[in-house]
């Protein structure tokens, strides 16, 4: 069984090839050619040359093409939702959900509001009067594209846009469990009408990312695990070109006494199982105070009970998308149940379906021995914790490696943010979860070993650009003070200046 097979070439003249099939049903899913360094290099070369004229567009026609893409996909939804579900095995509604309404809201939230948020602003100089300061943000040039497998178009597509809207061109290298949804994002950019060479798409794997890499891109934008983040933030010190780091996470919740059970329980499962738990935000781990941890676990196993795994029809719980995460999945359960947890639902793959699936699976009596609690799972298992207090889950939840995500649940919502404030991640909800990615104008990050930099809003977008710093003299004149020559009288005046400036209370209002 294969999810992506290498096919090698044959000849020196061919390419290698990738041959895939659904991770749901095992259907083919056709093969696909392989990136060679110098396709990547050709790609490059015409964003190259494509950059400069669709940089000197104005942000309102830029912005056109986004929304004629939004338009586009509002009106294709049902063909670009089967093409997604057909390479992840995801269900319809999440597809739709996840991928294709985000991926239209953002088009038209970049579409309306790129040309304001990276508009030269003038800011006042507190102490040079004479002087003016505008902050431009200039398009960086070619920025480049590293996308993982488990929300292949949006993570694909999103990225993109952004960089797109601000000036400069990309070249994109999708996952290689999932280039078909990479081919959705090119096909709609060149039916929205991006002109010619603006965004290259290559396929293939980790080489044809490497090679993109060292391609003379001017930024990376990764999303992917920590480990080729590691090798991508070397490559790019090592070049020094500026690179954004959107990696793994292990996300904690809390649930406090005061939580509102129901809805937590429910918030757990969705937040364990959506996706499969193949989300970078999805819940891996649970603190939740003894007072109300019997009847929490009970309303988890009762939800989780409910939830139907499938392929076809109406279902809650898809595939599991990339073969190789199977593996890492039932490692996690297999060491957590000789290390002592219970399996209070699923625990195994789902004998009954063909496909990847493993059953939603609810562990208790977990501890931080387990790798299922220090580890990534990036699979559909919810391990539930018992601690003594708020106290103890804040430890708890603080003490790893990761930092992306993270949600609490109180009914007090003062000190919701008050425990959010003290959670080490880079983003955080307080009774909800991992909602933070499609909330358009929140800056999306990670701490720690989660990542460097922030995608999304004001801040992600002005990450596509490099920030110029305009000075204009304001009055003219022959000369400046500081300028020569030096004398003993202008080092005195300048001495004065500095004691009345930070030595009196008359500077502090002037400085
Ligand atoms: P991965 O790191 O294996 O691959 C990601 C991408 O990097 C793929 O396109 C792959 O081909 C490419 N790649 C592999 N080796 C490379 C190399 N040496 N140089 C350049 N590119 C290379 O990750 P994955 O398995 O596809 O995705 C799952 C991981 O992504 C999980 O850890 C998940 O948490 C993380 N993720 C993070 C976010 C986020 O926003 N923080 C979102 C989604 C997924």
């Not at 999303?223 to 959107?246: D, W």
Request: glycine residues 10%; hydrophobic residues 40%; positive net charge.
């Amino acid at each position: 069984m294969a999810i992506v097979e290498r096919i090698e070439a044959a000849t020196p003249a061919e390419r290698r090839r990738l041959r895939l099939s659904n991770p749901a049903t095992l259907a083919p899913l056709g093969e696909v050619e392989v990136a060679s360094p110098d396709d990547v290099r050709a790609a490059v070369l015409r964003a190259r040359k494509a950059q400069p004229a669709w940089a000197e567009l104005p942000f309102s026609e830029r912005g056109r093409v986004l929304e004629r893409a939004a338009r586009l996909l509002a009106a294709r939804q049902d063909e670009f939702v089967a093409a997604i579900v057909a390479e992840t095995g995801k269900p319809a509604m999440e597809a739709l959900a996840t991928e294709v309404i985000t991926a239209c809201d953002a088009l038209q939230f970049y579409a309306k509001r790129a040309g304001r948020i990276l508009a030269d602003r003038t800011v006042p100089v507190h102490l040079l009067k004479n002087k003016k300061l505008r902050i431009a943000y200039r398009p960086l040039g070619v920025v480049g594209i590293i996308t993982p497998w488990n929300f292949p178009f949006i993570l694909s597509l999103n990225p993109t846009i952004q960089a797109l809207v601000a000036g400069n061109a990309v070249v994109l290298k999708p996952s290689e469990v999932t280039p078909h949804s990479g081919r959705l994002v090119e096909e709609l950019l060149s039916s929205a009408g991006l002109p010619e060479g603006v965004f290259s798409l290559v396929i293939g794997d980790g080489e044809t990312g490497g090679a993109l890499l060292e391609s003379g891109v001017d930024k990376i934008s990764f999303t992917g695990s920590v480990a080729t983040g590691r090798r991508v933030a070397e490559t790019c010190g090592r070049l020094l070109i500026p690179c954004t780091l959107e990696l793994g996470g292990k996300d904690p919740m809390i649930v406090c006494a005061d939580a509102n059970l129901d809805r937590a329980a429910r918030g757990a499962v969705y937040g364990a199982f959506t996706n499969s738990g193949q989300v970078c935000t999805s819940t891996e781990r649970v603190y939740v105070v003894e007072e109300v941890a019997d009847s929490f676990t009970r309303k988890v196993v009762e939800e989780t009970a409910r939830l139907r795994q499938g392929a076809s029809g109406e279902f809650d719980v898809g595939a599991i998308i990339a073969q190789s995460q199977m593996g890492i999945i039932e490692e996690h359960v297999r060491d957590a149940v000789e290390r002592g947890a219970r399996v209070l639902a699923g625990g195994r793959r789902n004998p009954s379906l063909p496909g990847l699936f493993f059953e939603p699976t609810v562990l208790a009596d977990v501890s931080h021995e387990m790798k299922v609690m220090r580890d990534e799972t990036f699979g559909p298992v919810l391990p539930i914790m018992r601690v003594r207090d708020e106290d103890e889950a804040l430890a708890l939840a603080n003490a790893s490696r990761y930092g992306l995500n993270a949600n609490v649940w109180t009914r007090n919502k003062r000190k919701g943010t008050q425990i959010a404030k003290a959670i080490e991640s880079g983003c955080v909800v307080v009774n909800d979860c991992m909602i933070t990615y499609g909330v358009t104008e929140s800056p999306f990050g990670g701490v720690k070993e989660s990542g460097i930099g922030r995608v999304n809003g004001e801040i992600g977008l002005r990450g596509y650009c490099r920030v110029q710093s305009i000075l204009i003299d304001r009055f003219g004149g022959r000369t400046e003070p500081l300028w020569y020559p030096y004398s003993a009288r202008k080092l005195q005046w300048l001495g004065r200046a500095l004691r009345v400036l930070w030595g009196t209370s008359l500077g502090r209002l002037l400085s």
